[in-house]
């Protein structure tokens, strides 16, 4: 089963931040968080295993709680380059080797 | 590098036809993967393998054969094409197993089927 992704689209000012959710009714081992533009392939943000740590990439940060089985993405000042549909992928903790995806927010950074 | 790249880019195709997609990747992974993007669906998984000469279902297969024959080629075969099966596909390959390791995606092929 697919998980959830709220909002499923969003419209920010440069300079504002956002959350993205995502949401799953399995246990899970892993997050990722990838990044596409549209008419391109989906580009890798970062991975959040199964302990709740929380990652950051530059200003783009995450954040893992495996008791609800959901992770948070947060866009600190948004860039005009944070443009893009943003999907997360879950990787169940019996299941090995593949992710299941959400479908997607779509995410548009204004002047 | 190349990286993952795809072939072809864009196909029509009439229904009934066959193809095949070929994914390749120069990075030496092991793990490779067939996903469709439809419209409001996300990234649904068609097949994928673990290894040369492995290769298993994924969420969506019927209709899809593949076969990794080689560890860098991953194939993805249409053998009676149907209008549903119009979409954008990607392939992907990951170092190891995705709990880990990120998943690097080619830039995909846009099949119409009329």
């Known amino acids: 089963q697919q998980p959830v992704q709220s909002p499923q689209a969003v419209i920010l000012r440069e300079g504002e931040d956002a959350v993205i959710n995502c949401s799953s009714s399995k246990a899970l081992y892993s997050v990722h968080w990838y990044r596409q533009k549209h008419g391109e392939a989906p580009v890798f943000l970062m991975i959040l295993l199964k302990g709740g740590e929380q990652k950051g990439h530059d200003k783009i940060s995450a954040s893992f709680n495996e008791k609800k089985q959901q992770s948070s993405l947060y866009l600190t000042a948004s860039q005009l380059s944070y443009s893009g549909t943003y999907f997360c992928g879950t990787r169940g903790t019996g299941t090995a080797s593949k992710l299941t995806f959400g479908t997607g927010t779509r995410l548009q950074v204004t002047l | 590098n190349a990286g993952v790249t795809q072939t072809p880019k864009f196909r029509v195709l009439k229904t009934g036809q066959s193809m095949t997609l070929l994914c390749a990747q120069d990075m030496n992974h092991e793990y490779m993967y067939w996903y469709r993007q439809d419209p409001g669906m996300g990234l649904r998984l068609i097949h994928y393998?673990?290894?040369?000469?492995t290769t298993a279902k994924g969420e969506v297969p019927d209709g899809y054969n593949v076969s990794r024959l080689k560890k860098q080629n991953f194939l993805l075969g249409l053998e009676s094409a149907a209008p549903s099966q119009t979409s954008v596909y990607f392939c992907?390959?990951?170092?190891w197993g995705t709990g880990y390791n990120e998943q690097f995606f080619g830039p995909g092929t846009r099949l119409t089927v009329l």
């Open positions: 992907a390959s990951s170092f």
């Open positions: 393998s673990v290894g040369e000469g």
